[in-house]
């Protein structure tokens, strides 16, 4: 069963950065596409970033020239660099892993941002 680990939230100060990190183990399949979604109080799950096999990236608008994902294949890892982070960038971060069969999700770390 494929599982993925996130690491790297914390604390932080509006203006500040945070990098973050998942990895994947336990995957028989290949791993298509990897990214991040995150999930604020009250709100729906929504996407962050996400790089497929070949190193295409896609990035909410929110995010855009703020935020960097990267991936190192031959580890399965995938991790998400946030600079001038605001107040609205707050909440818990989901690392996500998709097969041709499904799906995976990651427990999620929490990032916080105080004004």
């Known amino acids: 069963q494929g599982q993925l680990a996130e690491s790297g939230g914390g604390l932080v100060q509006s203006g500040g950065s945070l990098r973050l990190s998942c990895a994947a183990s336990g995957f028989f399949f290949r791993i298509d596409s990897m990214g991040w979604y995150r999930q604020a109080p009250g709100e729906q799950r929504e996407l962050v970033a996400t790089i497929d096999s070949s190193g295409i990236t896609n990035y909410a608008d929110s995010v855009k020239g703020r935020f960097t994902i990267s991936r190192d294949n031959a580890k399965n890892t995938v991790s998400l660099q946030m600079n001038s982070l605001r107040p609205e960038d707050t909440a818990v971060y989901h690392c996500?892993?998709?097969?041709?069969?499904?799906?995976?999700w990651g427990q999620g770390t929490q990032v916080t941002v105080s004004s």
């Open positions: 996500n892993a998709e097969t041709i069969f499904r799906n995976y």
